[in-house]
């Protein structure tokens, strides 16, 4: 109980420093008491206007987008008792990204700014239903759906590429790809959270469903659990988080793939108790890999997010795999 | 008393009968060892008993009350039920394992009540586990793992306790031991029932027999008037000899019957 509680703990006070952190970082540096002081005045200056309308909203949806990365994946490997689900699974991401994508190369994005997130959105919630049409009725379908609708979008996508009319348009497109928080406003947020919230908490209640299928799916079918229902829940709960973060931000890896790993040994492998700690340690990660994107520049540009999390997440998952392989049977 | 029956169950798996009009009744305070060759619907009548299987025909009751209509979690509460070779997903500890089988008496948020602690204690003590409560489930050998699960269906003190071959893979020592649990549970008067595989343990446990053939059932009654060569060349095309009774039963067969 008390280890469970500490490694919540520990990954909220660092989610803390690091929200904090991201707010007076970047190409201008405020002080704490410049902080402060922009949060208290009322007067449009520099520092304010940077603090309220560039770092505050980018930071709430790097922690909002982390968040329900951490908590879908927490969430998708304690239902298919696999450690290698993650957010992707169930095709959503790749169809949020496929929505996106039509905007951009339509150019609907250009008229109107807000085209990429919503035609992601659309995109995400079709993605939805095509693999629960397909695959409801067990685990696996599920997953191969899954997989089918992920490859159908992925091929959508290159189409674009290919067909993309000039090299700026592609070059967009691959931009868009590669996922950033660069330049989100507070629409943004306001766009992103009711979905990522509503579907939060829906995720939240599948706790105690997940730890009776530790037993495997006979024995909590037996003890009075609803698969289907948990199931259905599980995808709907998905599709709003991942299918909002991925069309305000566009696809971000390894963060739910690897922020219930870390957890787990801390709250006794049990599936219910990974949830919030996992939850708090995405928007961590997220937030943290934001701003080290931004501040690790490379010939004057930021690193993409998406970029640097697979980057800074391929080798951990190296050290992960090695120290299984040490304690495997 | 708790009174488990199928009444008419027929079961189809693409256009084969897996169970074809199957009735049968079986009372509290009875341990019904199910037999039959591998395919005879063993495995499928007890899903359809346990309420996990909906039977294309017919339907399972308990008390009188079809299993169709009833509170999931109202009958998980009065029955308890174990697959094949039952297995832990993730490293959790054994007292863990065996607080899950209390998930239909929890609350929906929150931790574990106190006098559902006291359940879990009972189960482990009940079980000689105590000294493996702390221990990763994952990590345990066969045979404790078998005495967790029994504890995990235990734990929730159901009125029916369906397992399926619980005694597959276990050593001697280990599948006598148990029987003899699952016999103790029966004349505390629970309803166990146990797809086995072992006649022989069948014969001294059990109070009674359920012998299925090709989805159908081709004898049901106690044990000791039930369990003979005669059924056994029937059920299984062996030939064999069955001699003494209860405790002392042997069984033993020795050639394929000759078509």
Redesign the interface.
């Known amino acids: 109980?008390r280890s469970g509680s500490a490694i919540a703990l520990a990954a909220g006070l660092a989610l803390a420093v690091l929200f904090i952190a991201s707010l007076a970082a970047g190409s201008v540096w405020l002080t704490p008491a410049q902080l402060l002081h922009a949060v208290g005045a009322d007067q449009n200056d520099l520092a304010q206007l940077i603090l309220l309308q560039l770092r505050l909203p980018r930071a709430v949806l790097a922690v909002l987008i982390g968040g329900a990365l951490g908590l879908c994946g927490a969430v998708l490997q304690g239902l298919l008792?696999n450690p290698l689900a993650e957010p992707g699974l169930l095709g959503v991401s790749s169809g949020a990204a496929l929505g996106a994508v039509i905007a951009l190369y339509f150019g609907l994005a250009a008229r109107f700014a807000y085209a990429a997130p919503l035609m992601g959105l659309t995109g995400a919630l079709l993605a939805m239903s095509l693999t629960y049409a397909f695959g409801r009725g067990g685990t696996l379908t599920l997953i191969l759906a899954g997989a089918a609708v992920s490859a159908l979008a992925g091929a959508g996508v290159s189409l674009a590429l290919d067909l993309a009319p000039n090299a700026s348009g592609a070059y967009e497109i691959m931009t868009w790809l590669m996922g950033s928080l660069t330049d989100r406003s507070w629409d943004h947020v306001w766009l992103a959270a009711p979905f990522i919230l509503g579907g939060a908490v829906l995720l939240a209640?599948t706790?105690?469903s997940l730890?009776?299928?530790?037993?495997?799916e006979?024995?909590a079918?037996?003890?009075?659990?609803?698969l289907d229902r948990l199931r259905v829940a599980v995808l709907i709960g998905v599709a709003l988080c991942v299918g909002a973060a991925t069309a305000v931000a566009g696809a971000i890896g390894f963060i739910g793939l690897i922020a219930p790993h870390l957890v787990r040994p801390f709250v006794?492998?049990?599936?219910s108790r990974t949830l919030l700690p996992s939850t708090l340690l995405g928007a961590a990660l997220l937030l943290g890999a934001d701003l080290a994107g931004r501040l690790l520049r490379y010939h004057g540009a930021e690193i993409k997010l998406g970029v640097f999390t697979a980057l800074a997440g391929a080798p951990f998952f190296f050290w992960l795999v090695l120290r299984l392989r040490a304690t495997a049977p | 008393m708790s009174r488990l029956s199928a009444r008419d169950v027929t079961v189809r798996r693409s256009g084969r009968a897996i169970l074809n009009d199957v009735s049968v009744s079986l009372p509290a305070g009875a341990f019904v060892a199910v037999i039959g060759a591998n395919g005879a619907g063993k495995s499928t009548l007890l899903s359809v008993l346990a309420g996990l299987l909906k039977p294309d025909q017919g339907e399972a009751l308990l008390d009188g009350q079809s299993l169709a209509t009833m509170d999931r979690k109202a009958l998980a509460r009065r029955r308890a039920y174990l697959p094949q070779t039952p297995r832990c997903e993730w490293p959790i500890a054994v007292e863990r394992l065996v607080a899950l089988g209390l998930t239909p008496s929890l609350p929906a948020f929150g931790g574990l009540p106190a006098d559902l602690r006291d359940r879990v204690d009972q189960a482990l003590t009940a079980l000689d586990l105590n000294d493996r409560r702390a221990q990763a489930a994952t990590t345990l050998s066969g045979g404790e793992l078998a005495r967790a699960m029994l504890a995990r269906a235990v734990v929730g003190d159901p009125q029916v306790l369906i397992l399926d071959e619980p005694i597959a893979g276990l050593d001697p020592r280990h599948a006598l031991d148990a029987m003899g649990r699952l016999q103790g549970f029966a004349q505390a008067g629970q309803l166990v029932v146990a797809a086995v595989h072992d006649l022989v343990l069948a014969a001294r446990f059990t109070t009674h027999i359920l012998a299925l053939k090709k989805g159908a059932v081709i004898a049901f009654g106690p044990t000791a008037q039930t369990l003979s060569a005669h059924l056994l060349r029937e059920a299984f095309q062996v030939e064999a000899r069955v001699a003494g009774e209860g405790r002392n039963s042997v069984i033993d067969v020795f050639a394929p019957t000759q078509p």
């Not at chain 1, 730890?211 to 495997?216: I, K, N, T, V």
């Not at chain 1, 079918?221 to 609803?226: K, M, N, V």
């Not at chain 1, 006794?268 to 599936?271: E, G, R």
């Open positions: 109980m008792r209640t706790a105690r730890d009776a299928l530790s037993l495997g006979a024995q079918e037996s003890l009075g659990l609803d006794a492998h049990q599936p």
